[in-house]
């Protein structure tokens, strides 16, 4: 999944992408494997369009989104591979920051509400977890949500 939010971001144009993220891109090397890149899928079927055409165009895009999804795990995600073509800091950083937007993204369609907080605060939180024998910050939280409710008089309700 993350070698697909890379492909959404870096699109077309993996050779401008490349450069912004420091890689010599002059060098015969980075060139051939960026038209790997572009070639994924192999080439475009021809627009005409006989029975079966949208079908086959959709199969050829398929074919290409994994080819490229493919490409750029080897050369830009994977920190131990040994078709790199970016730094293995940057491939860890990057790899990283997508798995967070993956991350986020599937929060938000699960409904989950995000809160950013700083060390100390996670800290105080992994370590009440830790002494009620949670699993983690979020069950933490919703214990003292539970706890504030029940005392309250109201019903938990964690998300609210």
């Given amino acids: 999944m993350a070698a697909m939010l890379l492909q959404q971001e ?3 144009d ?6 912004k ?22 080439p475009e079927p021809v627009l005409v369009f006989p029975p079966g055409f949208p079908a086959r165009r959709a199969e050829w ?9 493919d490409w750029l795990t080897r050369h830009v995600l994977n920190p131990h591979s040994p078709d790199l073509l970016v730094s293995e800091k940057f491939a860890a950083a990057t790899r990283a920051r997508l798995l967070a937007k993956l991350r986020d993204e599937v929060r938000r369609a ?3 509400r995000t809160i950013r907080i700083d060390a100390e605060t996670a800290g105080w939180l992994d370590a009440l977890a830790r002494h009620n024998g949670l699993g983690s910050r979020s069950e933490a939280v919703e214990m003292m949500v539970r706890v504030v409710m029940e005392a309250s008089g109201g019903k938990a309700a964690a998300k609210d």
């Fill in 10 to 12: 870096v699109g077309d």
């Fill in 14 to 19: 993996c050779f401008a992408w490349l450069a």
């Fill in 21 to 42: 993220a420091g890689v010599a891109t002059r060098h015969a090397g980075v060139l051939r494997r960026v038209g790997q890149y572009r070639e994924a899928g192999g």
């Fill in 61 to 69: 895009r398929g074919c290409r989104s994994a080819a490229q999804a």
């Fill in 110 to 112: 699960a409904d989950f």
